[in-house]
């Protein structure tokens, strides 16, 4: 056997990985602007692609610099202050000899941020990272491992079943996938090689990503925007035009190109009364779940010990669980996965968000259920003095009944106006809204894929919006991507998202099931009492020889205005909550995660792009429930 090849020496090339490493993360949610990079392995003026590589870069950075004093839609507010946290650049580039390694050395000499490199393959005997497939790796393609403090991805292409174009073509799709800029050293050929620097390209533009052209040998670099290769019939009619469909390499263009994405959303309405821009305003400001002053602290706490457990009560008693609702915390993702910064940052905005989202939740449900419960006591109370036939005793129990209805009306108006005013109902459903997409994120960004990967498009929501920026803040995941270490990643996404899913929506099927059994139950127990009181009442006055006994009617007046009140309270919980209707919904998202659990289990073993597409299915479906949910959510107010 032959002794294994010998590593490339760590200088220069190791030395080049030292970029200034990305900021600690402090909570903030920062305006991170990826530039990816592709290119030649085979450079004709290696002098002249410098200097344009040095023009593009410092055109991004200028774009940037324009892009964070961009007003958004709330008045006066930048986009640099939307993002509350500072603006960093990254480059996505891979580490073959060539355009690569030129534009990692131009980026490092300008200095704008970290350099993220990206490796298709490992040696099988030594481990350390190569740029082509092990049998075919020259000399120049064997590189040194990685210094532990520089950002890099690693593929085991050969452990990951990935062919040698396969692997290529892997590379690419990570560094269009993270990018919202893409800097090409392209010579105008061949844009069909799979995992060439043309696909790339072309793969970046159908994307909807901007794309800067550097053509060997020319001075200047070109602009490409997305939009003018759509205009034509086929896509790849544009790459033989490309130079046809280019703008002006303007930094005022390139910022226009890159706001559409990464500016917050704001509507035709003024900021004052928009509704995204202030729910987005709302949400960085203010956590209704911690009031900053003593007195609402406490307060606070003995509601939540209090009032705001009547949903809960409510689901024991009407659902006929012994429990509460379900709270299983998942499955532990893997130690490898939970040491990862950008998994951190990822799972700290949903563990952020999907607590405002429960505490939200159980306060509206609560306010509801209080509301329905005050007013039907309020007609109990104001029928009671029917009871009593005297005369004297009968006023002064009607003077009683109405101080104490309207003590209760002045609750119920205290409760459902401080409500209002809290936006509870808006901030429930975008806190749950923000916190699917970020649990569809935890799920597919292990993995390498996301909800956007297809298309990059100007988000339509706050929610959208703030999760992507979370998503580009944590940037790619760091270390070699194994068959191990997929394997190990996919079984928990199995378990956190499609068996947990399976289980959650089994639990809220039974649960809405019979509560909605119950409702109807009293609802027909309300109505029985009501025509069994007036029959008794109707036979007893026409057939009865001594006369009514004298409480008869103020019974009758008691059971006839409480029984419709009972009855109409169930259906404003129905009205509401939809029991129902969600039993029903959760039946069928039950079916479409078992099913996507067996096409998972059928993938294991495969290609991993089969394993990423099936995720990449479930977390869509995620979402797309939790979409749905906010807008029968948006119908279904608090009844007064």
Not at 158 to 174: D, I, M, P, T, Y
Not at 494 to 503: D, K, P, R, S, T
Not at 570 to 575: F, G, I, K, P, T
Request: hydrophobic share 45%.
């Amino acid at each position: 056997m032959e002794p294994a090849p010998t590593p490339a020496p760590p200088t220069p090339a190791a030395e080049a990985l030292r970029t200034p490493p990305a900021p600690a993360d402090d909570g903030r949610l920062p305006l991170v602007v990826t530039v990816g990079f592709t290119g030649h392995r085979m450079l004709e003026d290696g002098d002249a692609t410098a200097r344009a590589l040095d023009r593009a870069f410092a055109l991004v950075r200028a774009a940037v610099a324009l892009l964070q004093a961009r007003i958004t839609g709330a008045e006066g507010e930048t986009l640099a202050d939307a993002y509350e946290g500072p603006t960093r650049l990254r480059l996505m580039v891979g580490d073959a000899p060539g355009a690569d390694r030129l534009a990692r050395e131009r980026w490092r000499a300008s200095g704008p941020g970290e350099a993220h490199l990206l490796y298709p393959f490992r040696d099988p005997t030594t481990g350390a990272p190569l740029t082509d497939h092990p049998d075919h790796a020259e000399p120049d393609a064997r590189l040194a491992a990685p210094p532990a403090d520089a950002a890099w991805t690693g593929f085991d292409g050969v452990g990951l079943g990935l062919e040698r174009n396969s692997a290529h073509v892997e590379v690419g799709r990570w560094i269009v996938r993270h990018a919202e800029v893409v800097v090409a050293v392209w010579n105008g050929q061949s844009a069909s090689e799979a995992g060439g620097t043309g696909e790339t390209l072309r793969r970046a533009l159908e994307r909807g990503a901007p794309v800067i052209w550097i053509r060997p040998g020319a001075a200047e670099p070109l602009l490409v925007s997305p939009a003018s290769i759509h205009q034509l019939a086929e896509p790849d009619d544009g790459m033989g035009r490309l130079e046809e469909l280019c703008v002006a390499p303007t930094p005022e263009t390139l910022a226009e190109l890159l706001a559409r994405t990464l500016a917050p959303p704001a509507g035709a309405r003024p900021a004052a009364k928009d509704p995204e821009v202030l729910a987005r305003i709302d949400y960085a400001s203010v956590d209704p779940l911690a009031p900053s002053r003593a007195a609402p602290r406490l307060i606070w706490a003995l509601a939540d010990a209090t009032l705001w457990r009547a949903s809960h009560l409510f689901e024991r008693l009407a659902g006929g669980f012994a429990g509460a609702r379900a709270t299983d915390p998942g499955a532990a993702p893997p130690p490898e996965l939970a040491a990862e910064p950008g998994f951190v940052r990822i799972q700290r905005a949903y563990d952020e968000a999907d607590r405002r989202a429960e505490t939200l939740a159980n306060i509206h449900r609560s306010q509801q259920l209080l509301l329905v419960f005050l007013a039907t006591l309020a007609v109990l109370i104001g029928a009671l003095p029917a009871m009593i036939p005297e005369k004297p005793a009968h006023e002064e129990a009607h003077r009683w009944a109405a101080l104490a209805e309207l003590i209760l009306g002045a609750l119920a108006l205290v409760i459902f106006t401080l409500a209002r005013r809290a936006h509870r109902h808006r901030r429930w459903s975008d806190a749950r809204r923000l916190s699917e997409r970020l649990r569809a994120a935890r799920a597919t960004w292990p993995i390498g894929v996301d909800l956007g990967d297809e298309r990059i498009s100007a988000p339509h929501t706050w929610t959208e919006w703030r999760a992507m920026a979370v998503i580009r803040a944590a940037g790619p995941i760091r270390g070699w991507l194994t068959r191990a270490r997929f394997e190990a990643t996919a079984h928990w996404i199995a378990a956190e998202l499609i068996e947990g899913q399976i289980a959650y929506h089994t639990f809220q099927h039974q649960l809405a099931a019979r509560i909605d059994n119950a409702l109807q139950a009293i609802e027909g127990l309300a109505f029985g009492v009501l025509m069994a009181t007036l029959t008794i009442y109707l036979v007893v006055a026409w057939g009865w020889p001594q006369g009514l006994p004298r409480w008869l009617p103020g019974l009758v007046s008691v059971v006839s205005a409480f029984a419709p009140a009972v009855g109409a309270a169930c259906l404003a919980l129905e009205a509401t909550s939809g029991f129902g209707e969600l039993a029903l919904r959760n039946e069928r998202l039950r079916h479409e995660f078992v099913r996507a659990k067996a096409q998972l289990g059928a993938a294991h073993g495969g290609g991993h792009r089969q394993i990423q597409e099936v995720v990449r299915r479930g977390a869509q479906l995620l979402v797309e429930d939790a979409d749905a949910w906010r807008d029968r959510l948006t119908r279904r107010r608090l009844v007064r």
